[in-house]
């Protein structure tokens, strides 16, 4: 079935970067958008942003502008998110989400698992 | 950009129906089509319940239906289980490529 398997837990100090992936299957990568989704501990969902797995374009929301990442690898069909500056507010359950075939703003249909990113001196 | 306003909990009692609702503006969840829920269990990843305000994705059941009324968008359970005890989240396309959740309600089956 449709699956997305994202990397394992990452603990990080403030200032360093991660890179979370997203690994997809049984579908064809290029033909849905890829949306990334946080929540930090106890709190609500946040959207990150989209990637266009097919052209490589990306859309981030304002809160993101400037510190995230967002590529794709199409021969593995591996999405990527990366966050830079990391503080410790940006502690939280990372999740890869499959958008919309036609519009990047159709419902999340399928998430991933979720990657816990720790961020701590 | 805000949230969308959801309560932060409702409760009711197995066999009962209850409703959450999703407020937004006349730029989010009352322009756009593009509305949808989603039900999370503790420690696990959401999952979609309803899209496009009104539409139920195969495998989840019909006691689940979405509703919206100008710049409120609402959620329907009907019959409760307890397996409904979860979070649930409204989620709108706000335009200028922009996504908004609501901050969640926590429902309580008695």
């Known amino acids: 079935q449709v699956q997305l398997v994202q990397s394992g837990a990452e603990v990080k100090k403030p200032g360093a970067s991660v890179k979370v992936s997203c690994k997809t299957s049984?579908?064809?990568?290029?033909?849905?958008?890829m949306h990334w989704v946080r929540q930090a501990p106890g709190q609500g969902l946040e959207w990150m942003g989209w990637?266009?797995?097919?052209?490589?374009?990306?859309k981030f929301a304002q809160n993101f502008q400037g510190w995230v990442t967002m590529t794709r690898d199409t021969s593995i069909s591996t999405a990527y998110m990366e966050l830079s500056r990391l503080r410790s507010d940006d502690t939280a359950m990372y999740y890869c989400?499959?958008?919309?075939?036609?519009?990047?703003?159709?419902?999340?249909?399928?998430w991933g698992q979720g990657t816990m990113v720790t961020v701590s001196s | 950009q805000s949230v969308l306003t959801q309560p932060a909990s409702v409760s009711g009692s197995p066999g009962q129906s209850i409703t959450i609702s999703c407020t937004g503006t006349?730029?989010?969840?009352?322009?756009?089509?593009?509305v949808s829920w989603y039900q999370q269990h503790p420690g696990k990843a959401p999952k979609l319940m309803i899209y496009?305000?009104?539409k139920r994705p195969s495998g989840v059941s019909n006691r689940f239906s979405g509703s919206r009324s100008g710049n409120t968008a609402s959620l329907t359970i009907s019959g409760l289980q307890a397996e409904d005890e979860a979070d649930y989240y409204c989620?709108?396309?706000?335009?200028?490529?922009?996504?908004?959740f609501g901050g969640g309600t926590k429902l309580t089956v008695l």
């Open positions: 989620c709108s396309y706000a335009g200028s490529s922009t996504v908004l």
């Open positions: 006349s730029s989010d969840v009352g322009s756009y089509n593009f």
């Open positions: 989400a499959r958008g919309g075939f036609s519009s990047p703003y159709d419902a999340f249909d399928i």
């Open positions: 990637i266009n797995p097919n052209s490589g374009g990306t």
């Open positions: 496009e305000v009104t």
């Open positions: 049984e579908y064809t990568f290029t033909d849905y958008y």
